[in-house]
């Protein structure tokens, strides 16, 4: 082979060849198949609730056949984001404590609320809940200026 121009063009096709053998080659070799993933879901923990200073409550005060404000802390202790959704009376009996006499706390009620509010995974949230506590007429003289402590269950959804 003396003609260098015809050895050119031979290893040119020969290159090209190649290449265009070994790309066919990989696509051979390409399968796919199925078959199945596992995976695990968490288990939700219940939030928890803290009380809030009674002096971070400037409006909204309690008086006989009036409503009240009430605030509320809530601890997320989940790895997610959540939503409180709802507020309800708990279990138990509200107290009344730092009035000016005796004060059974009777006639004190809780109204159910909806609030909404964000609550950052880990994290915690103070809640505002204008008109959630009932005062009724008949309280006792010596609940004024008290604190009430009123049990709630809180409700959340993950967001």
Do not use: E, H
């Amino acid at each position: 082979m003396n003609n260098p121009t015809l050895r050119r063009v031979l290893v040119v096709t020969t290159v090209v060849g190649a290449t265009l053998g070994g790309g066919i080659a990989v696509a051979a070799w390409t399968s796919s198949g199925s078959g199945t993933a596992t995976a695990k879901a968490g288990t939700a923990t219940a939030p928890t609730t803290g009380t809030v200073d009674a002096s971070a409550i400037t409006t909204g005060l309690l008086y006989p056949g009036a409503l009240g404000t009430a605030k509320l802390l809530v601890n997320n202790p989940n790895p997610y984001p959540v939503v409180v959704t709802r507020v309800a009376a708990g279990t138990g009996a509200p107290t009344g404590s730092g009035g000016i006499g005796p004060c059974t706390a009777t006639g004190i009620s809780w109204r159910d609320q909806t609030p909404q509010t964000p609550v950052a995974a880990g994290g915690n949230a103070t809640i505002t809940l204008p008109d959630a506590v009932a005062m009724a007429s008949t309280v006792d003289d010596g609940c004024q200026g008290a604190v009430f402590s009123i049990p709630v269950t809180v409700t959340v959804a993950s967001s």
